[in-house]
C-alpha cells in the first residue's frame, strides 16, 4: 500500500523568499502525486499534480514541483512567497486515481 | 456553479449519541468520497461511492460508522454510539468518473465534529 511523509510539520519563512516543503512517498507501483493547500475553516483545493510525462510539475499561485522517481520524491517549491501562502500544505499520493493517501500536513506561515 | 457542500459545518454531540452529516457533491457528479481528519493529521479515506453503492469501505474504523448515498447524488455519513475518538473534521469529495482516466477530486468545507 502506498503512504506519504511530510517531512516538515512547520515551516516559517519570510515574505518574498523562497520556500521548498519535502514529500516523500511509498509505493509498489506507479503513482498519481499531489499537493492540496488548505486555507483555515476551507476545504481542500489542489494545486498541482503529476500523472505522467513531464517530471516537473507547474501548479496554481505560482507554486511547482518535481517528481524524483529514483528519490520517491515530490517536493513543492516556490520561489519568492507572499503573506497569502500562510496556509496547511498536503502532499498526496494514489494508485489508482481514487485511494489517495494523504501526509500529515506542513504548516507555512510567512512573516512579514 | 455550486461546489461540494457539507451540513452542517459544525456538530457537537454527547458520548454515545448518533450523529448524521450530509453531503451534497457537485451536480453530475458520479464518485464521491469522505475522508476524516483528526487534528495535526492529512485527510484519512474512509469510503467511496460509485453512484449509489459503496464501491471500497475499507476505510470505515468500525461498524459505528456507515455511509449511504440511496439516489446516487446526496450522501449521508452515520456514526453510532459516538465516542470521543470520533472527534474530527470530516471531509467529503466528490469527482466526475469514466474509465481509464483519473479525475480531480473536488472538496467540501467539511463537518467539525465535537464529542463531549
Known amino acids: 500500500a502506498q503512504s506519504v511523509t511530510q517531512l516538515d510539520s512547520q515551516v516559517p519563512v519570510f515574505e518574498e523568499a523562497p520556500v521548498e516543503l519535502r514529500c516523500n512517498y511509498s509505493s509498489s507501483v506507479s503513482v498519481y502525486l499531489f499537493w492540496y493547500v488548505q486555507y483555515p475553516n476551507q476545504g481542500l483545493q489542489l494545486l498541482l499534480k503529476?500523472?505522467?510525462?513531464?517530471?516537473l510539475v507547474k501548479g496554481i499561485n505560482g507554486f511547482e514541483a518535481e517528481f524524483n522517481k529514483s528519490q520517491t520524491s515530490f517536493h513543492l517549491r516556490k520561489p519568492s512567497v507572499h503573506i497569502s501562502d500562510t496556509a496547511e500544505y498536503f502532499c498526496?499520493?494514489?494508485?489508482?486515481?481514487?485511494?489517495?493517501?494523504f501526509g500529515a500536513g506542513t504548516r507555512l506561515t510567512v512573516k512579514p | 456553479g455550486a461546489g461540494v457542500s457539507q451540513t452542517p459545518s459544525n456538530k457537537v454531540t454527547e458520548k454515545g449519541k448518533y450523529v448524521e452529516l450530509r453531503c451534497d457533491p457537485i451536480?453530475?457528479?458520479?464518485?464521491l468520497y469522505w475522508y476524516r481528519q483528526s487534528l495535526g493529521q492529512g485527510p484519512e479515506f474512509l469510503i467511496y461511492?460509485?453512484?449509489?453503492?459503496?464501491?471500497?469501505d475499507s476505510g470505515l474504523p468500525n461498524d459505528r460508522f456507515f455511509a449511504v448515498r440511496p439516489e446516487g447524488s446526496v450522501s449521508t455519513l452515520k456514526i453510532q454510539r459516538t465516542e470521543r475518538g470520533d472527534s474530527a473534521v470530516y471531509l467529503c469529495?466528490?469527482?466526475?468518473?469514466?474509465?481509464?482516466?483519473?479525475?480531480?477530486?473536488?472538496f467540501g468545507p467539511g463537518t467539525r465534529l465535537t464529542v463531549l
Open positions: 461511492f460509485q453512484g449509489t453503492g459503496a464501491a471500497d
Open positions: 469529495a466528490s469527482s466526475s468518473e469514466w474509465e481509464g482516466s483519473y479525475n480531480e477530486q473536488f
Open positions: 451536480s453530475g457528479h458520479t464518485a
Open positions: 503529476y500523472l505522467s510525462g513531464s517530471t
Open positions: 498526496a499520493v494514489s494508485e489508482g486515481g481514487r485511494d489517495m493517501r
